[in-house]
């Protein structure tokens, strides 16, 4: 019972966060501060942890080519694919959910629990539109932009590693790289990223709007959304697959 009534309060939420903004112009401020904040501030460690994993890839795709009739471009393939498929989108949501989500959780929480949104409610704003809808459009804007970043980075990293540690030719791995390339994979994962960047946004939003209490009850919030938010994107990602890969 408790769960429908989480997820009614939550539609509830989400109907006064998507509505026009009351000013414009501090919209655009605002929106234009949390792109920078939740959007610019997370290039520095997905492009660290993108470059890692390319290379990792690289590696693990050459180990597993045991056969020495395979051609070599296979591993430049795979780690595209890898890339451009599940890692780049999933795998970097799971991570932003931590990183972004709990950011979230816990700005909007300490505002509660410190009775600001309750003096914007006060004074006539809606305080769920005003805080939370431009950190929602940034994240949905923004995990594109971080996708492509990170694509990009996994496959520099690939060929960082390949040539380096001698288990793939840069010829062999460009090769592979341009390969039977399907754009629709691309597109596929740019559909993931943004309702991914939506589910980071507003249930860490909703957390830390709904939580009571003091600062361990925003620490307890900020770890709940994490962990439903990485649920989530897990199961939007095996209902996004299925519908269209079926």
């Known amino acids: 019972m408790k769960f429908f009534e989480s997820i009614g309060d939550y539609c509830v939420l989400m ?13 655009w ?15 520095r460690i997905v492009m660290v942890i993108s470059l890692f994993m390319g ?11 045991s056969n020495p009739f395979m051609p070599k471009y296979l591993i430049g393939l795979g780690n595209r694919d890898t890339l451009i498929l599940e890692f780049s989108s999933t795998i970097l949501g799971l991570i932003l959910a931590g990183k972004v989500g709990s950011n979230i959780a816990t700005e909007i929480g300490s505002m509660r629990v410190s009775e ?26 923004f995990n594109p932009i971080l996708y492509v970043l990170s694509v990009a ?4 990293g690939g060929a960082i590693v390949g040539p380096v540690t001698g288990v793939v030719s840069m010829g062999d791995y460009v090769e592979g790289l341009v390969h039977t390339f399907n754009p629709f994979y691309v597109t596929f994962s740019f559909i993931k990223t943004l309702v991914f960047g939506f589910i980071i946004a507003s249930i860490p939003a909703y957390y830390g ?17 994490v962990v439903l938010s990485s649920i989530l994107i897990l199961c939007a990602d095996l209902v996004i697959t299925q519908l269209f890969f079926k």
């Open 153 to 156: 980075t996994g496959i520099i």
């Open 15 to 27: 109907t006064k966060v998507l509505k026009k903004p009351q000013k414009m112009s501090m919209f």
């Open 55 to 65: 290379g990792i890839l690289t590696l693990q795709v050459s180990y597993n080519l």
């Open 209 to 225: 709007y709904n939580v009571r209490g003091g600062a361990l009850e925003v620490g307890k919030a900020s770890t709940d959304s």
């Open 29 to 43: 401020s605002d929106l234009l501060r949390e792109m920078d904040k939740l959007g610019v501030g997370s290039m």
């Open 116 to 141: 600001q949104i309750d003096s914007l409610d006060i004074m006539g704003v809606n305080s769920a539109n005003y805080l939370i809808l431009p950190k929602l459009i940034a994240c949905v804007l």
